[in-house]
């Protein structure tokens, strides 16, 4: 995923910054950001403002298992674990495949 991210930001015109934690405040035009640096940057911490038309917010997500009889069964698994599984081993999770993922 890093590597996605790492190629998308090289398209972009103004950087991209993760791992940064921030404040929105709608009485206020702009949003207001703490980064802090890793071994690499220039700096240990900087505080950013930002004033933009338009704005992305991606919180993450912790997926929390569907609870119902038998889910602990074989072949059953979180949305997580089949990806992993794709991803690391090339393996699919089956051949049929029903998916409930977050609140829905």
Same mark, same amino acid.
């Given at each position: ?14 950087? *991209?910054? &993760?791992? =940064?934690?921030?404040?929105?405040? @709608? ?11 890793? +071994? ?14 338009? *704005?992305? &917010?991606? =919180?993450?997500?912790?997926?929390? @298992? ?11 698994? +979180? ?26």
């Amino acid at each position: 995923m890093r590597d996605d991210i790492t190629a998308c930001s090289a398209t972009l015109s103004r950087p *991209l910054c &993760i791992q =940064t934690a921030s404040a929105f405040f @709608p009485e206020a035009s702009d949003i207001t950001a703490f980064q802090v640096g890793s +071994q690499t940057d220039t700096f240990h911490e900087r505080y950013i403002s930002v004033c933009a038309k338009s *704005l992305v &917010i991606a =919180t993450g997500c912790i997926e929390r @298992p569907l609870l119902f009889a038998d889910n602990d069964r074989p072949g059953i698994m +979180q949305t997580a674990c089949a990806h992993r599984l794709a991803r690391t081993y090339g393996l699919l999770a089956g051949e049929q495949a029903v998916f409930g993922i977050g609140d829905v």
